[in-house]
């Protein structure tokens, strides 16, 4: 069983390559249904995707759409963090960000990795 | 992890709650049958169709990971019908 387990699925790619950006999605929504604790971190281009709106527009082909895999991690008690320096030099603020979301620093996600029993990264 | 059955070991499976995942894209069945067991009593049996070949392999790791029971696959018309008990 998953009982116990922890992944911390991080994102960097944006919505200008969906097959990169779906992926961790993917990842973390199997986890999810699989009852494994799932922290998805978001750093670099990949803040844009939890900037609201634009996980609407990523449709990557064999996947399941964006949107959807992240409201089904959402739903199944999934928790997103975001880089806070990665969305100010894009000039998003908390605001901006899909409901739930969390902007903090590095130290959360040192945080959040040292106590991982297992860490993605895209 | 296939376990090939046959259509009187289904019959005696009883009542199942089907999920039907056909056409669904990875991870897509999964989170069917994750979404839909909440809905069924524990010790009862799930069935996910799915017309997606790799999909037997990603429930049956599902549910062994999420505490069920795999009972196995038998094919139908373009698609499997994949067997589960619920554990917890």
Not at chain 1, 48 to 58: C, D, M, P, Y
Not at chain 1, 59 to 66: D, E, M, S
Request: glycine share 12%; proline share 4%.
């Amino acid at each position: 069983m998953a009982e116990g387990k922890k992944f911390v699925v991080m994102a960097t790619h944006g919505p200008d390559n969906p097959e990169m950006a779906t992926l961790p999605f993917v990842m973390g929504a199997a986890a999810a249904a699989a009852d494994v604790e799932v922290v998805m971190g978001f750093q670099g281009e990949g803040v844009s995707l939890v900037k609201s709106g634009v996980a609407e527009t990523i449709n990557a082909p064999g996947f399941r759409p964006l949107a959807e895999l992240l409201q089904t991690i959402r739903e199944f008690g999934g928790t997103f963090l975001v880089g806070g320096p990665c969305i100010s030099s894009r000039g998003i603020v908390e605001a901006d960000l899909v409901e739930g979301s969390h902007v903090v620093t590095a130290g959360r996600f040192v945080a959040e990795i040292a106590s991982a029993t297992n860490v993605l990264w895209y | 992890m296939t376990t090939q059955l046959t259509d009187a070991e289904v019959s005696g499976l009883g009542e199942t709650t089907v999920v039907d995942a056909r056409g669904a894209a990875c991870p897509g069945p999964m989170i069917e049958a994750k979404k839909a067991m909440s809905g069924v009593a524990v010790g009862a049996v799930m069935e996910v169709w799915s017309s997606d070949s790799q999909t037997q392999e990603d429930v049956g790791i599902w549910t062994e990971m999420a505490g069920h029971t795999y009972l196995g696959v038998i094919s139908a018309r373009g698609y499997e019908r994949i067997f589960i008990r619920r554990g917890k």
